[in-house]
């Protein structure tokens, strides 16, 4: 189980803020008691007042969007203790804050600036996800990527070259006679090549597109007569057999179909955005990408 100082450490790395040494310090400072959380009413909002720090409030509100930035090993801590760990960390924190005389630094501000606007972009997503996916376009999807091979599963072999033409060749040599499994050892620079290119069984969806179209369409013991091109370099493919597979269930794919959906949903809803508006990006144009490494600019 964490222990204080732990509990500490998670709530100052939650915060982004430089480690407190709260650990060392035997005494705080004097507080004007407040109720135990276990007698908090009912009543008690974001806004209540939880505690004042020279007049500074520390609110429920404050605590809660910083217990839920811990992580996950504290859920088993009592509430009270995360209680009093939280609030005393916040308190401190405020107590430094004040003790600090200076303007405030122009990393701290851009970070600032930087973390709410990347904040308020994820609540723009959350927002634009509760409307941007529905069932039936979930269940076209499914029916889309599980009709023509649905039931179907395929074993097959592949060489993986790095030129078309280092492909026609192995395709030659196959039309010759030659072995596809030591082709496939001699040739291949794929993972599979030790193993004589043996892919195993797979169905849809697990290969990329054009790999999976080019396989689905040999009959068993065929082999690809033109090279097929993915991003990974130019495949020979060799079918050795097909077997029925029922197709899975909408439920225990959905969360995947979904989460497709939802990605290539954004991605659009950015492109438009970005169409949309007004964007220039000539002051780039004049910058050395390398002072992205000088922090000395902002000290």
Do not use: C
Request: aromatic share 6%; glycine share 6%; charged share 25%.
């Amino acid at each position: 189980m964490p222990t204080t100082n732990m509990i500490r450490a998670g709530l100052a790395a939650a915060l982004l803020a430089a480690p407190l040494p709260l650990w060392a310090q035997s005494e705080t400072p004097t507080e004007t008691p407040s109720e135990t959380p276990g007698a908090a009413v009912e009543s008690a909002d974001i806004d209540t007042v939880v505690a004042t720090v020279n007049g500074t409030e520390v609110t429920l509100g404050q605590m809660i969007v910083l217990r839920s930035a811990l992580p996950q090993q504290y859920n088993q801590l009592p509430p009270e203790v995360l209680f009093k760990g939280i609030l005393d960390q916040l308190v401190q924190q405020i107590l430094l804050e004040q003790s600090y005389e200076g303007e405030t630094p122009k990393a701290v501000a851009l970070s600032l600036e930087n973390e709410r606007m990347a904040r308020m972009a994820g609540v723009a997503i959350e927002e634009f996800l509760k409307t941007a996916v529905t069932d039936e376009q979930i269940q076209a999807a499914y029916d889309e990527k599980y009709a023509e091979t649905e039931g179907k599963e395929y074993k097959a072999r592949h060489i993986l070259v790095e030129t078309e033409d280092a492909a026609r060749e192995l395709i030659s040599q196959l039309d010759d006679g030659a072995d596809f499994a030591k082709l496939a050892q001699d040739n291949s620079t794929g993972p599979s090549g030790p193993n004589g290119g043996d892919l195993g069984w797979f169905g849809p969806g697990m290969m990329v597109k054009p790999f999976e179209e080019a396989t689905v369409a040999l009959e068993p013991g065929a082999y690809t007569k033109d090279p097929v091109e993915t991003q990974f370099g130019w495949h020979v493919i060799l079918l050795e057999d097909v077997r029925d597979q029922a197709a899975p269930a909408l439920d225990d794919v959905r969360a995947e179909i979904e989460a497709e959906l939802q990605n290539a949903a954004v991605e659009a809803h950015i492109d438009a955005l970005t169409e949309k508006a007004e964007i220039d990006r000539s002051g780039a144009e004049s910058i050395d990408p390398a002072l992205l490494s000088n922090m000395d600019l902002v000290e």
